[in-house]
């Protein structure tokens, strides 16, 4: 058990935060939890990023993680190369998710240059100096903006520094694939996880982007290893290690707090395993270091809007909404259809895999327990990955079928892949030779399937909004003056480049002072963006607002262009100002 005086100490340390941190919650509102979380975010999450470095540093210099042999290396560097080839050999770095990773690259901005966790939705020129006007706290869990902002203090702010993490963390997630799979049935195991990993193209559309799902991944990829570590040989440095990883990521994605409970679990088996209490300090200090996503889940819950509610739907999770899109996740996984970034050999082979690994549990789990604790973390973390496949299938929104939502099913594919991979090593103990089998069959699929998809770029060429947006930006860099001032239903996209933006309603309320500030010289022009749809006899706006701006403002049309069937898109410059009488 652990010395008394420190054992007193840090339990006393631990019902204390942990007192603090619920009446934090109880006593402060939506409205002050906005504040905490906008000035005080960055720093939580930069005491847990440190904390964690110094554990993982510890433990490399203690030897708590095992070495690979110099063959294992060889075969690891490989499969990883091999595997980042795939992901990347016909990458097309953009944005994929619109607006949310626009909001994202905003948040991370905001946090580079003044260390809030905002983003900015519009602002304007003072001079030469663009000044951020409406300033907002996104509902969107902000690690991923954080490691971003960390990028542009590293190198200086940079557009591409979105992908280039994202590039980095999915190198690093297959690196982190292979070592686990090394722990559960060798080196074989790890190269064949690696490959089965790279079929899926879903990997590699979000590996090429700008969203916060690679960065999720990585970090429960590095939260199982350091579980497996941990029940290996538990330490004081690894539970740190792994409390502080598990903090991290639940300010990865909402969902991922869910993964707190198999944390402690595996914390108190390693207690058990170990016959002591080892309490690390980065365990005490997780229970304050989470209060700034809990802030930010009350503050998402308490408001409406943030649901997104789609039409028919009373609430954000139901049971009727998991029924519903339960055949459309069937969809995704079985489907063959070259429009889906599935990976059809990893749904036959993985969900057969995962129901036989579960299985075999009744006659291994004392195995495993005794001598491979990869085997107890890819059983205990699957149960909780399938729990959390649920929970995203009971959100009104989770069409796993649709290209904007088949990102949710990524850490599902971890247990698809580990459940097979552990079933593969159980099978390779009387016969060795499955591992070649299943190699060429990957390999063959790899050729077959996944890089004509991913050469395809389907989800780049099917996202109108972003395509629309690179349009704009190109006409902005060609077309348009420098500094002006763009009347736009979405300003978030133009705020993030340092353009002077306003929505329709607010530039009819302020139609006046633009016709001023035009005549002044202060902005060089005005541009409106007009989106619209066919209906019957011809092309009507999308926002009723834009009409009454036609009638406020004389415009000339300066580009248009239709980016999917039936829809067309419009950027009109001002020319003169209309008086309503």
Same mark, same amino acid.
């Given at each position: ?75 690891? #560097? ?327 939502v088949s990102r949710y099913a990524l850490p599902f594919h971890w247990l698809l892949v580990f459940s097979l991979v552990g079933l593969l090593a159980y099978v390779a103990e009387k016969r060795p ?58 300003? #978030? ?89």
């Amino acid at each position: 058990m652990l010395q008394a005086k420190h054992s007193r100490f840090r339990i006393g340390c631990a019902v204390v935060c942990a007192l603090i941190g619920l009446l934090v919650l109880w006593r402060v509102e939506p409205e002050q939890a906005v504040v905490l979380v906008r000035y005080a975010g960055y720093y939580l999450t930069l005491i847990a990023s440190i904390g964690l470095a110094v554990y993982m540093i510890q433990g490399l210099r203690a030897g708590v993680f095992s070495g690979l042999c110099a063959k294992e290396l060889k075969v690891g #560097a490989l499969a990883v190369v091999a595997g980042s080839w795939v992901l990347f050999v016909h990458a097309d770095f953009d944005y994929k998710i619109a607006m949310d990773d626009y909001l994202l690259a905003g948040t991370a901005k905001q946090l580079h240059e003044t260390r809030e966790v905002a983003r900015t939705d519009f602002g304007r020129y003072m001079g030469s100096t663009f000044i951020p006007i409406s300033v907002e706290v996104d509902k969107r869990p902000w690690f991923y903006p954080f490691v971003v902002a960390t990028l542009h203090d590293l190198v200086g702010y940079r557009a591409a520094n979105p992908f280039i993490v994202n590039a980095c963390a999915g190198i690093a997630f297959l690196a982190g694939v292979y070592l686990f799979g090394t722990l559960l049935g060798g080196s074989l195991a790890g190269a064949c996880a690696v490959l089965l990993w790279a079929t899926s193209p879903l990997l590699a559309q979000n590996a090429t982007g700008a969203g916060m799902e690679m960065l999720n991944l990585l970090m429960l990829q590095v939260l199982f290893l350091l579980a497996a570590y941990y029940l290996r040989k538990p330490s004081s440095t690894l539970e740190g290690a792994l409390s502080l990883a598990a903090v991290l990521l639940t300010y990865c994605r909402y969902e991922s707090g869910l993964f707190l409970v198999p944390v402690i679990l595996v914390i108190l088996m390693g207690w058990w395993r170990g016959k002591q209490i080892l309490l690390a300090w980065g365990s005490v200090l997780a229970l304050p270091l989470l209060l700034g996503v809990a802030l930010q889940t009350r503050i998402y819950a308490a408001t409406e809007a943030s649901w997104e509610l789609t039409a028919g739907a009373v609430s954000p999770f139901s049971l009727s909404a998991l029924l519903e899109n339960f055949p459309h996740a069937l969809h995704f996984f079985f489907s063959a259809d070259a429009g889906l970034a599935n990976s059809l050999l990893l749904s036959v082979l993985g969900v057969p895999a995962m129901l036989a690994f579960f299985v075999m549990l009744r006659t291994e789990s004392v195995k495993y327990w005794k001598r491979n604790p990869a085997g107890i973390v890819t059983a205990l973390f699957g149960f909780f990955l399938l729990v959390h496949l649920i929970v995203v299938l009971s959100f009104h929104a989770s069409k796993l079928d649709s290209l904007f939502v088949s990102r949710y099913a990524l850490p599902f594919h971890w247990l698809l892949v580990f459940s097979l991979v552990g079933l593969l090593a159980y099978v390779a103990e009387k016969r060795p030779g499955v591992w070649r089998v299943v190699l060429v069959l990957v390999l063959l699929f790899t050729l077959v399937s996944t890089l004509p998809k991913n050469a395809q770029a389907i989800f780049s060429n099917n996202n109108f909004i972003v395509r629309e947006y690179n349009w704009m930006e190109s006409l902005g860099e060609d077309r348009m003056a420098p500094k002006s001032l763009v009347i736009d239903q979405y300003t #978030a996209p133009w705020a993030l480049r340092e353009w002077a933006a306003l929505e329709p309603q607010v530039a009819l309320l302020s139609s006046a002072r633009i016709a001023s500030e035009l005549q002044s010289g202060k902005y060089p022009a005005a541009y409106v963006v007009e989106r619209m749809h066919y209906e019957g006899s011809g092309f009507v706006a999308d926002n009723p607002l834009i009409a009454q701006l036609h009638k406020a403002f004389a415009m000339e049309l300066v580009e248009a262009r239709s980016f999917r069937p039936f829809e067309l898109t419009r950027l009109y410059r001002l020319t003169g100002y209309r008086p309503q009488k």
